[in-house]
Nanobody, 126 residues
Framework: QLQLAESGGGLVQPGGSLRLSCAAS????????LAWFRQAPGKERERVAC????????YYADSVKGRFTVSRDNDKLLFVLQMNSLKSEDTGVYYC???????????????????WGQGTQVTVSE
């Protein structure tokens, strides 16, 4: 079973940047499509960005398009979310999740993703 662990969260001022990493435990990591989700207090979980298996296709929510970038390093078993020009509304717990095979993220239900990481807190505030 693939296991995922997020890191890189923290407190940052508006306009700042953070780089979140999702480290995987197994060497069949390249066979999984991956996604970043976030959940703010009192709000529904939001799908932020995704990346398929090769040939890579990525997806971004409108709320982060142009500011966030996903990448993956299959040799290092890492899935990365680079977040720039952060806003207060980007605050939340960020989770990475995986789904087997080459998937186009917007067509996949949240409930079909698994495994999930434990989450990392991102707080954007003065």
């Amino acid at each position: 079973q693939l296991q995922l662990a997020e890191s890189g969260g923290g407190l940052v001022q508006p306009g700042g940047s953070l780089r979140l990493s999702c480290a995987a435990s197994r060497h069949n990591f390249p066979d999984y499509s991956l996604a970043w989700f976030r959940q703010a207090p009192g709000k529904e979980r939001e799908r932020v960005a995704c990346m398929s298996t090769r040939p890579y296709t990525d997806y971004y929510a409108d709320s982060v398009k142009g500011r966030f970038t996903v990448s993956r390093d299959n040799d290092k078993l890492l899935f990365v979310l680079q977040m720039n020009s952060l806003k207060s509304e980007d605050t939340g717990v960020y989770y990475c999740a995986a789904i087997w095979g080459r998937q186009y993220c917007p067509e996949v239900r949240d409930s079909n993703f698994g495994p999930w990481g434990q989450g990392t807190q991102v707080t954007v505030s003065e």
